[in-house]
């Protein structure tokens, strides 16, 4: 076996509210691709977040997620969750959305300057990667 380099996964912490979590959780449930549709359910990333939400007092949580976690939230947020949605909710899904996608590229942004700096390090200390 040949080791070629380290590579690093960030992670982000985000706050979201029960209402962007039902709306988040409600539209994966009905979504047409399995593993969305299994992130809400029983086991799923999206179900243990409901989970930690309403042990909360405050009824807001600070989560921890990855890039895969918050892809499939956006990927959830591209379907309405019911097809008795009214302008406002619709407005308020792509709000969401909007900003899942922000957080995905701040996620993006900052795995890749994690990762360059480990590269430029090990090349300044005389180090193979």
């Known amino acids: 076996m040949k080791t070629n380099k380290f ?74 969750a019911s097809l008795t949605e009214s302008d406002k909710d619709v407005a308020t899904r792509w709000q969401l959305r909007g900003s899942v996608v922000d957080s995905l590229n701040g996620i993006n942004n900052q795995t890749r300057r994690v990762n360059e700096a480990i590269v430029v390090t090990a090349e300044v200390l005389g180090m193979s990667m």
């Open 7 to 80: 590579a690093y996964e960030v992670f982000l912490h985000i706050e979201l509210t029960c209402e962007e979590l039902d709306l988040i959780q409600n539209c994966a449930k009905g979504h047409y691709d399995l593993r969305v549709r299994r992130s809400a359910l029983q086991g799923g990333f999206i179900y243990g977040w409901r989970n930690r939400l309403k042990s909360k007092e405050d009824g807001d949580a600070w989560l921890l997620c990855s890039f895969e976690e918050l892809d499939t939230c956006a990927k959830a947020l591209e379907q309405p």
